[in-house]
T-cell receptor, first 112, second 118 residues
Framework: SQQGEEDPQALSIQEGENATMNCSYK?????LQWYRQNSGRGLVHLIL?????REKHSGRLRVTLDTSKKSSSLLITASRAADTASYFC????????????FGRGTSLIVHP | NAGVTQTPKFRVLKTGQSMTLLCAQD?????MYWYRQDPGMGLRLIHY???????AKGEVPDGYNVSRLKKQNFLLGLESAAPSQTSVYFC?????????????????FGNGTRLTVT
């Protein structure tokens, strides 16, 4: 069963706009991870945010985590056509199993 | 440093045939995972391994077997393929040694094997 659920399922924007994707999860977590998947390829790790962190940045990416609401958001600023991909969140639940559970993903299309 | 390598990239099987998918990682990672990805379903865990010689079931293990005889390799077997096993299969690995790194360690994925069972 999916622990994380991304919202929206699909997002279509113009180049230069910001893209925001959200992830909600159900149980207590140790960390939350965001991955990108280009068509026909494997997932690539973007950012990992630990449960005691509230915000993290990497280049044009900004991730926030609200453990009280069990939610996270991924913001891509000044999007580019090359950002077109599917984005997934994954969580490591507390308990030490080290088995990340993935959501169904958000499909982002950035029009040039 | 190739990371995680999956072979083959594509395969077409007939119902009832068997095959083995190979995953190899050169990062000396302890944990390895097999996921399947189906449209609209995200990634679902089939089996995983926490170290050489150990395997465990994930969310959807039926119809699959795995082995991890060497730390760098994780094999996924289909003994009698069914059309429901048509999917894209991803292998991933993870470094989890040491308390400090344990909760800062992401997964590293291969590029997948696209399997069609007719």
């Amino acid at each position: 069963s999916q622990q994380g659920e991304e919202d929206p399922q699909a997002l279509s924007i113009q180049e230069g706009e910001n893209a925001t994707m959200n992830c909600s999860y159900k149980t207590s977590i140790n960390n939350l991870q965001w991955y990108r998947q280009n068509s026909g390829r494997g997932l690539v790790h973007l950012i990992l945010i630990r449960s005691n962190e509230r915000e993290k940045h990497s280049g044009r990416l900004r991730v926030t985590l609200d453990t009280s609401k069990k939610s996270s958001s991924l913001l891509i600023t000044a999007s580019r056509a090359a950002d077109t991909a599917s984005y997934f969140c994954a969580t490591d639940a507390t308990g030490g199993s080290y088995i990340p559970t993935f959501g169904r993903g958000t499909s982002l299309i950035v029009h040039p | 440093n190739a990371g995680v390598t999956q072979t083959p990239k594509f395969r077409v099987l007939k119902t009832g045939q068997s095959m083995t998918l190979l995953c190899a990682q050169d990062m000396n990672h302890e944990y390895m995972y097999w996921y399947r990805q189906d449209p609209g379903m995200g990634l679902r865990l089939i089996h995983y391994s926490v170290g050489e010689g150990t395997t465990a079931k994930g969310e959807v293990p039926d119809g699959y077997n795995v082995s991890r005889l060497k730390k760098q390799n994780f094999l996924l077997g289909l003994e009698s393929a069914a059309p429901s096993q048509t999917s894209v299969y991803f292998c991933a690995s993870r470094h989890l040694r040491g308390e400090k790194s344990r909760w800062n360690s992401p997964l590293h994925f291969g590029n997948g094997t696209r399997l069609t069972v007719t």
